[in-house]
């Protein structure tokens, strides 16, 4: 059996640690979509130890709080649904007022057509928020 997550890394690769990795998923309509994926090949949350559920959660927080302080989004979306991919990986999701499917999910049928402008102002602040992801991350894998 194949998982795309064990077989790939899943998108574009932002950080990359001994427990977990972050990526740049390719959502089109939503630049500012990333995952936290656990390295093992565990399909659920309550399969890690309870540490390594904390420094999950670290991870997922350390990257919504980068994208909350450098793009000040109406919303982050948190899921972990793997039900299409059996690999646990928390789906951490910048939401706009004015993105195509807002207020509902971004899996839901789009309520407007795509703001490219909003598109555009989003992606150009993400080095700013991945540098900020990474800098946390390497702070909460190697606390000083």
């Given at each position: 059996?194949?998982?795309p997550?064990?077989?790939?890394?899943?998108?574009r690769l932002v950080?990359?640690?001994r427990?977990?990795r972050?990526i740049?998923?390719d959502?089109?309509?939503?630049?500012?979509?990333?995952?936290?994926?656990?390295q093992s090949?565990?399909?659920?949350?309550?399969?890690l130890?309870p540490?390594e559920?904390?420094?999950?959660?670290?991870a997922?927080?350390?990257?919504?709080?980068a994208?909350?302080?450098?793009?000040?989004?109406?919303?982050?979306?948190l899921?972990?649904?793997?039900?299409?991919?059996?690999?646990l990986?928390w789906?951490?999701i910048?939401?706009f007022?004015?993105?195509?499917h807002?207020?509902?999910p971004?899996?839901?049928?789009?309520?407007?057509?795509?703001?490219?402008a909003l598109?555009?102002r989003?992606?150009?602040?993400?080095?700013?928020a991945e540098?900020?992801?990474?800098?946390?991350?390497q702070?909460?894998?190697?606390p000083s």
């Amino acid at each position: 059996m194949t998982c795309p997550l064990c077989d790939t890394l899943g998108g574009r690769l932002v950080y990359q640690g001994r427990a977990f990795r972050v990526i740049h998923a390719d959502e089109a309509g939503f630049p500012a979509f990333y995952r936290v994926v656990w390295q093992s090949h565990v399909a659920e949350f309550s399969e890690l130890a309870p540490a390594e559920r904390v420094r999950c959660m670290e991870a997922v927080m350390a990257v919504e709080l980068a994208l909350r302080n450098t793009l000040a989004p109406r919303k982050i979306n948190l899921a972990a649904l793997g039900n299409m991919v059996a690999h646990l990986h928390w789906h951490v999701i910048a939401r706009f007022e004015q993105d195509s499917h807002f207020p509902s999910p971004v899996w839901a049928a789009a309520q407007r057509a795509r703001d490219a402008a909003l598109e555009a102002r989003v992606a150009a602040a993400l080095p700013a928020a991945e540098a900020a992801m990474i800098e946390a991350l390497q702070m909460l894998e190697n606390p000083s």
